[in-house]
């Protein structure tokens, strides 16, 4: 990453962290310190691809064959599917069409994470923690997201791991400063500690997507008969950047 910007909103969040200053004053002030290297998200294809494959996933499970969606989409399942497979097809999915735009960005990759993440985790608590899941439990897990609350916790999921992960991005080589004899941070509990409350406060401040995600989802489903295309989300994303 080199080192940070020397502005003033950034020589901000360094003087909150030294201070002691709580996550939800250091979480805000990153945000604005990082707003104009974000200003180009809505374009950002790996974003947008993991969103719309999110989406996806939605509609695949209101389908008669929920597999030959998911398939036509680039997220390609056998039969005897497990977690590690969904997880890893969704990972294949982006990469291919990331490749295929040439626009490879850490934004993207950090999408593409927060996607796999979200979704390993929704279907791990679907689950129940059952050790070894059959295809047809991973399946009626997916399954699931055919409902409007379901598929806003997922989407809630996904920003709230989105949102920890461009913090940390921007945060890790402030924080790794701090660490040590006479810093804020004196061991490495302490920072993991703060790093702790950073992923709960993203969680906390992700809340407010589960029900936009859930009402979004719900209302293209239903204008457009059992789809959501591509054009949509562009819209939509353009609308709310």
């Given at each position: 990453m080199g080192s940070l910007p020397g502005t003033k909103p950034w020589k901000e969040v360094v003087r909150l962290i030294g201070d002691g200053a709580d996550v939800v004053s250091v979480a805000d002030a990153t945000v604005r310190?990082?707003?104009?290297?974000?200003?180009?998200?809505?374009?950002?294809?790996?974003?947008?691809?993991?969103?719309?494959?999110?989406?996806?996933?939605?509609?695949?499970?209101?389908?008669?064959?929920?597999?030959?969606?998911?398939?036509?989409?680039?997220?390609?399942?056998?039969?005897?599917?497990?977690?590690?497979?969904?997880?890893?097809?969704?990972?294949?999915?982006?990469?291919?069409?990331?490749?295929?735009?040439?626009?490879?960005?850490?934004?993207?990759?950090?999408?593409?994470?927060?996607?796999?993440?979200?979704?390993?985790?929704?279907?791990?608590n679907g689950l129940h923690g059952l050790f070894e899941a059959t295809a047809a439990d991973v399946n009626s897990a997916l399954g699931k997201l055919a409902k409007k609350k379901e598929f806003g916790l997922l989407s809630g999921a996904f920003f709230a791991k989105l949102t920890k992960e461009c913090l940390g991005y921007f945060l890790s080589k402030t924080l790794a400063t701090h660490l040590g004899e006479g810093q804020q941070f004196v061991t490495m509990n302490q920072m993991a500690q703060f790093e702790r409350a950073l992923e709960k406060y993203c969680q906390e401040a992700s809340t407010i997507v589960e029900g936009f995600g859930a009402d979004w989802f719900s209302k293209h489903l239903f204008e457009e008969k059992g789809d959501i295309s591509r054009g949509s989300l562009a819209r939509d994303s353009a609308g709310s950047h």
């Open positions: 310190a990082s707003e104009r290297a974000f200003a180009f998200v809505q374009d950002d294809p790996g974003f947008r691809e993991a969103v719309w494959l999110m989406a996806q996933l939605g509609v695949a499970a209101k389908k008669s064959d929920p597999a030959g969606h998911l398939a036509a989409v680039g997220i390609e399942l056998s039969k005897n599917t497990s977690l590690a497979e969904v997880a890893v097809a969704l990972s294949d999915a982006l990469d291919r069409k990331i490749d295929g735009t040439g626009r490879r960005s850490d934004f993207g990759e950090m999408a593409q994470r927060a996607l796999v993440a979200a979704v390993s985790g929704y279907l791990e």
